[in-house]
């Protein structure tokens, strides 16, 4: 089948006339056609690059950020995989700075807390960050620090209060834990603005985790001192925000005594509540179930996001009946708080990830409007694809009931078969979408599967002929990382 899908993407792009049909205007037809005879990792880079300069800086589809920081984070990110550090520190300076905005993980629990899960990060310190990791790993002490400097003057930027804090104190604690603990004191010290206390309180308690795994607890406890002082004297609410934040880290590190004391500490009870999910989240992680659950017991009024953590941990730690006790409480909390569709997915996802369909599917029937069903299904199809049970994926897509919702599910499990390098399965549920936009997405993972599995031309072959730029570059850049392991051998 592989040599089936190889004539087939090859056929289509001589079908083109060229392969370099669908590319950017940017890209020379004789640089593409130079790159697809003889292939090397500067060269797709460079096409990759030239690809994510078309694209628009904010655009999602079917929930997925295919905007011009998004990528262009990929692509130094890739840049930095292949050694070309310089690359990449000109590839992260052409990211738009402050306003521009992107979805990413939380750092870290503590940092975000309930209110903000998937928190608007800005790419551009974000990748500054990684690169200054990388540099202070190879020993460029100098350029590192240079660049956490670039990376936190980015940061600062940013208005919005609780994205500020959030990438401040990701930079920091990269520097921290990249071995520079000194320097990341000094920047967090010479912190400025109107709410510099606040940014202080929030960033320090990273630099008291990376001394913790450093071996060097007393210093740690110096410097959660030093959060606690800055966040006492910073005004309500932003107070409690960082309190909770603090409380949370020494619980990360395993100091539940300190946590709790810093939760006295805070004078508003709802405030108080609302630092208890990071502490039992921390517990829970640590395999602490009873310590998690008395936890829990303190929360005035439990948040549903916190919960769902929680009883994943527990399933993780092999206490499934805790975790099922503990999902019952985030859904009794989802049906007594009005949740929204988003957090009764996030819901069915757990239970997913916990290995429990049964109860997922139970919970997806709570969401009262059809329309918003697909999406958990979706979500719950692609863990899973992702679980490697493709069978069980493909049976729930089929409780999906209007095809016009298939792109919710089919791609994401088209896109884990072309990861698991079954290409041929890959292909054949990218065929399953009707529309070609819809097959974008599986087309590109597709390609770049092909590559690591050694056939760099079907690979490129594949990419040229996808019409549109960000799922193209998104196969040039990892065809690209595919061949800087090759080259390395």
Request: with cysteine; net charge negative.
């Amino acid at each position: 089948m592989k040599r089936i899908v190889t004539a087939l993407v090859i056929g289509l792009s001589l079908m083109m006339g060229t392969v370099s049909g669908a590319l950017a205007s940017d890209n020379s037809a004789e640089a593409i056609e130079a790159c697809y005879q003889a292939p090397t990792t500067h060269c797709l880079l460079a096409l990759a690059l030239a690809e994510a300069k078309t694209l628009e800086n904010d655009v999602s589809r079917y929930g997925i950020d295919v905007s011009r920081p998004r990528l262009l984070q990929e692509i130094a990110e890739a840049q930095l995989k292949a050694g070309v550090i310089k690359a990449a520190l000109a590839t992260a300076k052409m990211i738009e700075d402050a306003d521009e905005t992107g979805h990413c993980e939380c750092p870290a629990f503590r940092i975000c807390g309930w209110w903000n899960t998937n928190p608007a990060c800005r790419y551009r310190p974000m990748v500054l960050r990684g690169i200054a990791v990388v540099q202070a790993e190879s020993g460029d002490i100098k350029a590192s620090r240079s660049t956490f400097t670039l990376a936190i003057n980015s940061a600062k930027a940013i208005e919005d209060t609780r994205d500020r804090v959030t990438m401040l104190s990701a930079v920091v604690e990269a520097q921290a834990k990249a071995g520079d603990i000194k320097s990341a004191l000094a920047l967090v010290k010479v912190f400025e603005g109107d709410d510099e206390l606040y940014d202080r309180s929030m960033a320090l308690p990273g630099i008291a985790v990376a001394q913790v795994e450093a071996g060097d607890i007393k210093a740690s406890q110096s410097t959660f001192t030093l959060a606690i002082d800055s966040a006492k004297t910073t005004e309500f609410p932003l107070s409690g925000w960082a309190l909770s934040s603090i409380a949370a880290a020494q619980a990360e590190v395993g100091d539940i005594e300190a946590a709790f004391a810093t939760v006295k500490i805070i004078e508003n009870p709802e405030f108080r509540s609302m630092a208890m999910p990071g502490i039992a989240l921390a517990q829970a992680n640590s395999s602490d179930i009873k310590g998690s659950l008395a936890t829990l017991k303190l929360i005035k009024e439990p948040r549903i996001i916190e919960l769902t953590r929680i009883a994943l941990a527990q399933a993780r730690a092999g206490d499934i009946k805790a975790s099922q006790t503990t999902f019952t409480l985030a859904i009794n909390s989802a049906k007594a708080n009005d949740a929204e569709p988003w957090e009764l997915q996030d819901i069915t996802i757990a239970q997913v990830e916990a290995g429990d369909i049964k109860a997922a599917l139970a919970t997806l029937k709570m969401i009262e409007n059809p329309s918003d069903r697909p999406i958990s299904l979706g979500r719950i199809a692609r863990a899973q694809a992702e679980a490697g049970d493709i069978e069980a994926a493909l049976s729930t897509v089929k409780i999906i009931e209007n095809p016009h919702d298939l792109p919710w599910a089919l791609p994401g499990i088209a896109v884990e078969q072309a990861k698991a390098g079954d290409i041929e399965a890959a292909f054949s549920t990218a065929m399953m979408l009707k529309n070609a936009s819809d097959r974008l997405e599986p087309m590109s993972y597709i390609a770049v599967a092909q590559a690591k599995g050694g056939d760099i031309k079907a690979a490129l072959a594949i990419a040229f002929i996808i019409e549109d730029a960000y799922w193209r570059s998104k196969a040039l850049t990892g065809i690209a990382v595919a061949l800087s392991g090759v080259e390395a051998e």
